[in-house]
């Protein structure tokens, strides 16, 4: 009898706990769409607001991750004490990854300690085997999605700007064009632009990504440089970038036209005279030159001149540049300015790839020195 007694005493104590337990806390939540396109933002909110400051109570609450069938990511947790109450809060974006039915349902776990617990735990006590926790798993409100199937993996709303000069350069000297995609949407399904060109050598930089998450969505931009050089005239082919218009619902294009691009050979010394009139008498400027070479030279016989060790300026100046360059690619034009032939070895081990690191491309043209 007194052991029936004390299991009656026991399962009332727990149940008592458990109501108290219960009672000092309410769950609301909120899903922005009921119906969304694949990759299109779901925002979704959980608040628990608590009856006191819940000194004692915590909650373990992360449903972000890449499952099977979406991908969440968190936006913002929070909590805040308002007129002595406690409020979390919880804020989610989560994309689908494919069309039907989606059911979106979590799980929190509720925890609540007692000060004994947190004296003991504080004291460090190794006698303290009493588990003095109370967990409770709550489940939440279950939200089912209509997620609908688009016609491309990029999905957004995005435009595009390209940063080019005039298409008309020298022979070997660079045509750079940059370019950038902006907006909302899933910028990870935007892969790199490449082109290929017969008889020109293309440089292409890494792609850089600007993102931030916000209630509607991941807003960014999305950018790449290339520099494009040769000796004779060539076309950059048009591009075109398909993605899914959330604003129009339907299949749109970013697209960048063919430039034409012209390229004159380098001045040579014959095109920097004007041509002789016969008949017109005009001042030629190579006696001018003639006379100051003279003049140098007279002087240079009166004046005793410490002779110093000869300094190859252009080189050094160059060597300035490749040691300040922040990037592979940068190096590599540099060189193709500079003198693509006589640097063709390190442009062409760097081209393959297998000088991967900036550190290594240096190294390979203080060696080539």
Same mark, same amino acid.
């Given at each position: 009898?007194?052991k029936?007694?004390?299991?009656?005493f026991l399962i009332?104590?727990?149940?008592?706990q458990l109501?108290?337990?219960?009672?000092?806390?309410?769950w609301?939540?909120f899903?922005?769409?009921?119906?969304?396109?694949v990759n299109?933002?779901?925002?979704?909110?959980?608040v628990?607001?608590f009856?006191?400051q819940?000194?004692?109570?915590?909650?373990?609450f992360?449903?972000s991750g !890449?499952?099977e069938?979406?991908?969440? !990511?968190i936006?913002?947790?929070?909590? @805040?004490?308002v007129d002595?109450?406690?409020t979390d809060s919880?804020?989610?974006?989560?994309?689908a990854k494919?069309?039907?039915?989606l059911?979106?349902s979590f799980?929190a776990?509720?925890?609540?300690?007692?000060?004994?617990?947190? %004296?003991?735990?504080n004291?460090?006590r190794? @006698?303290?085997?009493?588990?003095?926790?109370?967990?409770?798993?709550i489940?939440?409100e279950?939200?089912r999605?209509e997620i609908k199937? &688009?016609?491309s993996?990029?999905?957004? $709303?995005?435009?595009?700007?390209l940063? %080019?000069k005039?298409?008309? /350069?020298?022979a070997?000297?660079?045509?750079h064009l940059?370019?950038s995609?902006?907006g909302?949407?899933?910028?990870?399904a935007?892969?790199p632009?490449t082109f290929?060109?017969?008889? /020109?050598?293309?440089?292409?930089? !890494?792609i850089?990504?600007k993102?931030?998450?916000?209630?509607? *969505? =991941?807003? *960014?931009e999305?950018?790449?440089?290339?520099a494009?050089?040769s000796?004779?005239?060539? &076309?950059?082919?048009?591009?075109?970038?398909?993605?899914?218009?959330?604003?129009?619902?339907k299949?749109?294009?970013?697209?960048?036209d063919?430039? !034409? /691009?012209?390229v004159?050979?380098?001045?040579v %010394?014959e095109?920097?005279?004007d041509?002789?009139?016969?008949?017109?008498?005009?001042? $030629?400027?190579?006696?001018?030159?003639y006379?100051?070479?003279?003049i140098?030279?007279?002087?240079a016989?009166k004046v005793?001149i410490?002779?110093?060790?000869?300094?190859d300026n252009?080189?050094? /100046?160059?060597?300035?540049?490749i040691? @300040?360059a922040?990037s592979?690619?940068?190096l590599?034009?540099?060189l193709?300015l500079?003198?693509a032939?006589k640097?063709?070895? =390190?442009?062409?081990?760097?081209d393959?790839?297998r000088a991967?690191?900036l550190?290594?491309? %240096?190294?390979?043209?203080?060696e080539?020195?």
């Open positions: 009898m007194k029936n007694l004390g299991r009656v009332t104590t727990l149940f008592l109501s108290l337990f219960a009672s000092s806390y309410e609301s939540s899903v922005s769409k009921k119906s969304a396109y299109e933002p779901i925002y979704l909110k959980y628990c607001t009856n006191d819940a000194e004692l109570q915590s909650i373990e992360n449903p !890449d499952y069938k979406y991908r969440v !990511d936006l913002k947790i929070s909590s @805040n004490i002595g109450k406690k919880y804020e989610f974006v989560l994309f494919k069309a039907g039915e059911d979106i799980e776990v509720m925890k609540k300690t007692t000060k004994e617990s947190i %004296k003991e735990t004291l460090g190794d @006698n303290f085997k009493i588990e003095q926790a109370t967990k409770e798993t489940k939440q279950t939200f999605v199937e &688009t016609s993996p990029l999905v957004g $709303d995005f435009t595009l700007v940063n %080019k005039e298409p008309h /350069v020298k070997h000297e660079p045509y940059s370019i995609i902006r909302r949407g899933n910028f990870e935007i892969e632009l290929e060109i017969e008889g /020109v050598r293309i440089f292409a930089g !890494d850089a990504l993102k931030e998450l916000s209630m509607d *969505g =991941i807003h *960014g999305l950018s790449q440089k290339f494009f050089v000796d004779r005239n060539f &076309t950059i082919p048009k591009q075109e970038i398909t993605y899914f218009s959330l604003k129009d619902e299949e749109q294009k970013l697209i960048i063919a430039i !034409d /691009v012209s004159e050979d380098g001045f %010394k095109e920097l005279l041509n002789v009139d016969e008949q017109k008498w005009q001042f $030629d400027f190579s006696y001018l030159y006379l100051l070479v003279f140098a030279g007279y002087i016989a005793k410490k002779r110093v060790k000869k300094i252009k080189d050094d /100046v160059l060597s300035k540049k040691q @300040n922040a592979v690619d940068e590599m034009v540099l193709v500079e003198d032939q640097y063709d070895s =390190i442009i062409k081990e760097i393959s790839k991967i690191t550190k290594k491309a %240096k190294a390979m043209y203080r080539f020195k």
